[in-house]
């Protein structure tokens, strides 16, 4: 596996498709740095790191609104490692216009568009959630 970060957003949507309480993803600091940023948003009810032995996962609760549909309708990976997209602090300001969010790889870490923006940096886009 190339990409550990399309793997976990498609873990995440097939899970979401299927109506899925909770769904697994490897474990990486940035995959926990976007599930916690997911959370924070509201697109995921909660995660928990889980040691097996000497490996770590993520066990990740979805979260679905009151007629049973994903709180997630689109998540994608934007930046590819054979393509990276990287935007400045003008071009990250809004996404779908605030209906979405986008996860940013700065040099101050990993961080939501928003924030990206208040603090006057650009960077990597990692993903893009609405």
Not at 6 to 25: F, G, H
């Amino acid at each position: 596996m190339t990409d550990i970060i399309a793997d976990s957003l498609t873990r995440i949507r097939n899970a979401a498709t299927r109506r899925l309480d909770v769904t697994t993803l490897l474990h990486a600091n940035s995959i926990e740095a976007i599930v916690s940023i997911l959370v924070d948003k509201g697109y995921l009810e909660s995660y928990k790191v889980k040691e097996d032995g000497n490996k770590k996962f993520i066990k990740v609760n979805l979260k679905y609104d009151e007629n049973e549909r994903s709180v997630i309708n689109e998540i994608k990976r934007v930046s590819t490692p054979g393509r990276r997209v990287h935007k400045g602090k003008e071009d990250i300001k809004v996404f779908k216009n605030g209906y979405g969010t986008l996860v940013i790889s700065t040099s101050q870490g990993v961080l939501p568009n928003d924030e990206a923006y208040k603090r006057g940096i650009g960077g990597e886009v990692m993903c893009s959630v609405w």
